[in-house]
C-alpha cells in the first residue's frame, strides 16, 4: 500500500526543499547555516540538497517541474523579507501538493513507484 502522500513526503518534500535552498544560497547569498535555520533543518541536509550527486530522476523530474519551481521561488522571497510564517509555510505546501495531486505529475510519479493498474485514479480524487 503507497497512497500518494507517502510519494509526496518521500520525494516532493524533499525536492522543495532543496529548490528553497538553492534560490536562498544563489539569489539572495546565504550560507547554508542561515538556510538551515530558515528551513528548520540541519546544515548537512542543506549540503546534501545542494551538492547530491546521486541524480534521483524522481528529484530531477519534480526539481523541473514548473508548478513546483514557482512557489519554491515564492517561498524563499517571503522567507527573505520575513513575510512568512511556519503556518504560512504549511499552507503554500500542502496547495502544491494538491495541484500536483490533480496533474499528471504525481500521477505518473505514483504509478511507476507503487506498480498501480492503468484504472487508478487514487491521485485525482
Known amino acids: 500500500m503507497r497512497p500518494p502522500c507517502e510519494l509526496v513526503v518521500r520525494f516532493v518534500l524533499p525536492a522543495f526543499r532543496s529548490l528553497i535552498a538553492k534560490e536562498l544560497i544563489e539569489t539572495y547569498n546565504m550560507s547554508q547555516v542561515m538556510v538551515s535555520e530558515l528551513l528548520g533543518t540541519t546544515q548537512a541536509a542543506v549540503s546534501y540538497y545542494l551538492y547530491s550527486k546521486r541524480g534521483n530522476k524522481i528529484m530531477k523530474?519534480?526539481?523541473?517541474?514548473?508548478?513546483?519551481?514557482?512557489?519554491?521561488?515564492?517561498?524563499?522571497?517571503?522567507?527573505?523579507?520575513?513575510?512568512?510564517?511556519?503556518?504560512?509555510?504549511?499552507?503554500?505546501?500542502?496547495?502544491?501538493?494538491?495541484?500536483?495531486?490533480?496533474?499528471?505529475?504525481?500521477c505518473d510519479l505514483h504509478h511507476d513507484y507503487a506498480k498501480l493498474p492503468a484504472s487508478c485514479e487514487v491521485c485525482q480524487a
Open 61 to 106: 523530474k519534480l526539481e523541473s517541474t514548473p508548478a513546483i519551481l514557482s512557489v519554491a521561488k515564492e517561498v524563499a522571497t517571503k522567507m527573505v523579507d520575513k513575510k512568512f510564517s511556519l503556518t504560512d509555510s504549511m499552507s503554500i505546501f500542502c496547495t502544491l501538493c494538491m495541484t500536483l495531486r490533480k496533474s499528471e505529475t504525481l
